[in-house]
């Protein structure tokens, strides 16, 4: 059974910085692209930053220049590196794979638990 599992989130004050981690367990034959996503208090959820199987990159404006996605492939596992972070960035963060295979041949996408990250001013 395949699972994401986020890691890293907490408090921290404005200017800090954050990894996120995204670890996906399991029979895992490939991963496609990844995305982080997050969702604040009465808002919806937004996709933050992705990263392709080619490890290019795409970002929302709001992070661009803060915010650095990348991927281990050899341990499936995509991170989000988190810089001079912001009180609106205050989230519930998520990651999602748009497609594992499985070495029992499943194809889906899946979503990890989430992790919270609190800014404070």
């Known amino acids: 059974q395949v699972q994401l599992v986020e890691s890293g989130g907490g408090l921290v004050q404005a200017g800090g910085s954050l990894r996120l981690s995204c670890a996906a367990s399991g029979s895992i034959f490939s991963i496609g692209a990844v995305g982080w996503y997050r969702q604040g208090p009465g808002n919806r959820r937004e996709l933050v930053a992705g990263i392709s199987t080619d490890s290019t990159t795409n970002y929302v404006d709001s992070v661009k220049g803060r915010f650095t996605i990348s991927r281990d492939n050899a341990k499936n596992t995509v991170y989000l590196q988190m810089d001079s972070l912001k009180p609106e960035d205050t989230a519930v963060y998520y990651c999602?794979?748009?497609?594992?295979?499985?070495?029992?041949?499943?194809?889906?996408?899946?979503w990890g638990q989430g992790t919270q990250v609190t800014v404070s001013s």
């Open positions: 999602n794979a748009d497609s594992i295979a499985t070495n029992d041949g499943t194809l889906r996408d899946y």
